[in-house]
């Protein structure tokens, strides 16, 4: 069995989501607030044993230095245990430093060689015209585009920005591109954006639609997959056993 342990992330909070903007692709870092909410995320995983063999994110500044933080702190853990093995008591003064130097070798070997992954395929959604807007200060610069989105639930297309067909594709892209190259057991990483996110959840579990979440800042979605079985075509794919949704928009470590 060949379990693959998948960790979606929504990026820390931003300045744009302070200031209650429409980010798009626009590049907004972390706020003073973001910082510490990775810092509690990162630290939480930590705690919980998480080591990761891969980190992917999207490029945009707020996703990036969320997973730059959550690779610091995953290194200096890796760091730690593997200084802390102990090394057996050698009585003579060669054979002692023989062993400080194997020990320091196993300590080097023992760290992951590990750095994030950048996808454009998890950036969050391209909005075109109102990236970077409030809505307020969208409805004063585009009132009826505005009142035409207000009235109604049916997609209306933005000028200038991607389309919902567009979004699911880079999603469905990200997961087969995930699946192909990952294959043994592993645990990945993967922070992205709360709008994309409902599309790579949704292709992940093999839904024609895509449906609303609300992801809070730093929540975790965590599924676990028998990569050995998943191309299968029969029961198994109705096995629950061999499909596990673990933690779904879990952000505890926020208190």
Known sequence: MKLIKLLFIRHA??????????QGHRDFGLSTEGIEQAKKLAQR??????RPNYIYSSPLKRAAQTAEILLTYALSAASTAASSTPVSNISNSASSASATTSSSTQTQDALPKLQVEYADELK?????IFEGLTWAEAKQRYPALC???EASPDWIQIPGAESLQDAR?????????????HTEDTQIWIVTH????????????GSDRSWRLH???????????????WDHTNQNRLN????????????????
């Open 169 to 181: 594709d880079r999603a469905r892209r990200f997961i087969q591109t995930l699946l192909t190259r």
């Open 45 to 50: 995983l930590v705690l919980e044993h998480k």
């Open 215 to 229: 992801a809070h800042n730093t929540a975790i979605f965590e599924f676990w997959l028998d990569r050995s079985r």
């Open 13 to 22: 909070q931003s300045v744009g989501n302070r200031q209650k903007r429409m």
């Open 240 to 255: 629950t056993d061999l499909w596990q949704i673990r933690r779904f928009n879990d952000y505890r470590h926020l208190g």
């Open 194 to 205: 709360s709008w994309i996110l409902q599309h790579l959840i949704a292709e992940l579990l």
């Open 124 to 128: 969050e959604f391209q909005n075109g």
């Open 147 to 149: 009142d035409a989105l």
